[in-house]
């Protein structure tokens, strides 16, 4: 079944770590995304995939990273975790076709972090 | 600025009740309009997704509406339930943009009781 996955799902860490956090998809899509969402607000794009080895920052400034050497994942990597970090992080694809195919996106479960 | 602007922000209705949800946007040039549920600690799923052509979309007990006119929309509701407890998300995507760009709104946070 075509589907999106993000882990962990909920990660509690102590200043300064190093943190990685996964997403995979199973949906057969080029385009990724990462967004960042706190409670009540709206969700802000801080990166973005074309395809393998193509990355873009979005329009939220990040100290986060971005890797796609494969389609089907998209990890994001803080190098020294704060607590201004501390918010949830959704996944989302989209796939090619017609223009209102590719505007479709699908989000995964997303990751609640939680810097200490 | 393109904006996209919802209310109310939150509300609380009984099980059974029907509701609508007003979105208000700035976006130009328009591409189209979708809404989208969110239930809490999960990611947001589409509910509709309406181009400028077309006024009314429904998905089961969802109605959304659009005036792109006068650069509103409306999700309703019909015979509320409490599983449809959740954010509701207005999202406008632009066009001319490869990206497909989504300007999101903050929600609005529906509670039903029993």
């Known amino acids: 079944e075509a589907d999106i996955y993000q882990t962990p799902r909920y990660l509690v860490i102590g200043t300064g770590k190093k943190i990685t956090l996964e997403c995979s998809q199973t949906m057969g899509h080029d385009k990724m995304y990462w967004y960042q969402q706190d409670p009540g607000m709206e969700l802000h794009l801080i990166h973005y995939s074309y395809g393998v080895n193509s990355t873009e920052k979005g329009d939220l400034s990040s100290e986060s990273t971005v890797s796609r050497i494969r389609t089907e994942h998209f990890p994001l990597t803080l190098e020294s975790a704060r607590p201004s970090h501390t918010s949830q992080y959704l996944c989302a694809t989209s796939g090619q076709g017609s223009s209102l195919t590719t505007y479709e996106q699908y989000f995964g479960p997303g990751t609640r972090l939680t810097v200490t | 600025k393109n904006q996209v602007e919802q209310s109310p922000q939150s509300l609380i209705i009984l099980e059974g009740k029907n509701c609508t949800l007003q979105?208000?946007?700035?976006?130009?040039?328009?591409?189209?309009l979708r809404w989208y549920k969110q239930d809490t600690g999960r990611g947001p799923v589409s509910l509709t997704i309406m181009t400028f052509s077309e006024n009314t979309k429904s998905n089961g007990r969802y109605t959304a509406t659009l005036d792109a006119d006068t650069k509103q929309s409306s999700l309703h509701i019909t015979a509320s339930q409490l599983s449809d407890s959740a954010s509701y998300i207005c999202v406008v995507s632009d066009r001319g943009s490869t990206l497909g760009r989504l300007y999101f709104g903050r929600g609005t946070q529906l509670t039903v009781w029993p």
């Open positions: 979105c208000n946007y700035t976006v130009s040039p328009f591409s189209n």
